[in-house]
């Protein structure tokens, strides 16, 4: 892996099994609150799946995904009540956690904010972004799962906005932007761009920087995380507590799954890491 704004930790089951996990870059500014990612290895999972698939609308065996969530769960025996999952659909929704919604079936929604202590807030992606959020301050957490389309739409915004309502305060708040796809892989066409020139709110008039001309192709490159960025910092974030870990989905092979790398290859549909945040 190209390490750039993270270390790499090997958290250990009872039963002595291991899943490698990121650790962004001043993460410990956020005193009590525990922020990660996880990678593609470390699970059951075969195939595109292979390994640490942990989302179960992707075509895995269910045993083996569950058996996934499980070594995840275990690595955080005795801090984590429960881990939270989404049914993500790419919209703006946030869902506001009072208490551990148990077994339900999980919200159609792309954001979480809790201020309760042990529910890891998990985000689900294979090339969109995991944006994690803290104001340990208040202790207030949330995390977002932002693609092109839910950044458009707001799900950063309407996180935030959701935390804000909960005792945090923009000022305070530090943001992680999680492995996803990078400009020099996100090639788009001009139908792409014309949807953000259609939009109208006030940073989505700003998109053209995002986008730079791919050399003889007659196509586009679209800078996500660099998008994703400029709304935090409209929002009131300040820029030195926006940390990105700069790396790709769709380059690192090895390390994380891409949809549109799985769907090029004739492979998809692949499987899902997380981007996981909790208050301890």
Same mark, same amino acid.
């Given at each position: 892996?190209?390490?750039?704004?993270?270390?790499?930790?090997?958290? *250990?089951?009872?039963?002595?099994?291991?899943?490698?996990?990121?650790?962004?870059?001043?993460?410990?500014? @956020?005193?009590?609150?525990?922020?990660?990612?996880?990678?593609? $290895?470390?699970?059951? *999972?075969?195939?595109?799946?292979?390994?640490?698939?942990?989302?179960?609308?992707?075509?895995?065996?269910?045993?083996?995904?569950? $058996?996934?969530?499980?070594?995840?769960? @275990?690595?955080?025996?005795?801090?984590?009540? /429960?881990?939270?999952?989404?049914?993500?659909? #790419?919209? @703006?929704?946030?869902?506001?956690?009072?208490?551990?919604?148990?077994?339900?079936?999980?919200?159609?929604?792309?954001?979480?904010?809790? %201020?309760?202590?042990?529910?890891?807030?998990?985000?689900?992606?294979?090339?969109?972004?995991?944006?994690?959020?803290?104001?340990?301050?208040?202790?207030?957490?949330?995390?977002? #799962?932002?693609?092109? $389309?839910?950044?458009?739409?707001?799900?950063?915004?309407?996180?935030?906005? *959701?935390?804000?309502?909960?005792?945090? +305060?923009?000022?305070?708040?530090?943001?992680?932007?999680?492995?996803?796809?990078?400009?020099? *892989?996100?090639?788009?066409?001009?139908?792409? +761009?014309?949807?953000?020139?259609?939009?109208?709110?006030?940073? @989505?008039?700003?998109?053209?920087?995002?986008?730079?001309?791919?050399?003889?192709?007659?196509?586009? +490159?679209?800078?996500?995380?660099?998008?994703?960025?400029?709304?935090?910092?409209?929002?009131?974030?300040?820029?030195?507590?926006?940390?990105?870990?700069?790396?790709?989905?769709?380059?690192?092979?090895?390390?994380?799954?891409?949809?549109? %790398?799985?769907?090029? /290859?004739?492979?998809?549909?692949?499987?899902? +890491?997380?981007?996981?945040?909790?208050?301890?």
């Amino acid at each position: 892996m190209h390490k750039k704004h993270v270390s790499i930790t090997g958290l *250990s089951t009872k039963n002595q099994e291991t899943i490698p996990l990121l650790l962004p870059e001043r993460s410990a500014e @956020a005193s009590g609150v525990q922020v990660f990612f996880t990678t593609r $290895r470390g699970g059951v *999972s075969q195939g595109s799946h292979a390994s640490l698939n942990l989302a179960e609308h992707v075509g895995d065996d269910p045993v083996r995904v569950a $058996r996934n969530r499980a070594m995840l769960e @275990a690595v955080w025996s005795g801090k984590v009540r /429960q881990v939270c999952y989404l049914n993500q659909v #790419h919209g @703006a929704t946030t869902v506001v956690l009072e208490g551990a919604p148990g077994a339900r079936q999980p919200p159609n929604a792309d954001a979480w904010a809790t %201020r309760q202590t042990g529910l890891l807030l998990a985000i689900m992606t294979a090339d969109c972004a995991p944006v994690l959020f803290a104001d340990a301050t208040a202790r207030v957490i949330g995390a977002a #799962h932002a693609g092109w $389309r839910g950044g458009l739409e707001g799900v950063l915004e309407s996180c935030l906005q *959701s935390m804000c309502r909960l005792g945090a +305060q923009p000022a305070r708040i530090i943001g992680w932007i999680g492995p996803c796809i990078r400009r020099q *892989s996100y090639s788009v066409d001009i139908d792409f +761009q014309t949807a953000f020139a259609k939009h109208g709110d006030k940073v @989505a008039l700003g998109y053209k920087k995002f986008f730079s001309e791919q050399n003889y192709t007659g196509t586009l +490159q679209f800078d996500l995380p660099g998008y994703l960025q400029e709304r935090l910092l409209f929002f009131g974030l300040q820029r030195e507590r926006i940390h990105d870990v700069e790396l790709c989905t769709y380059s690192e092979n090895d390390e994380f799954f891409s949809h549109r %790398r799985s769907t090029q /290859q004739g492979l998809a549909p692949c499987g899902r +890491q997380i981007g996981g945040i909790f208050l301890e």
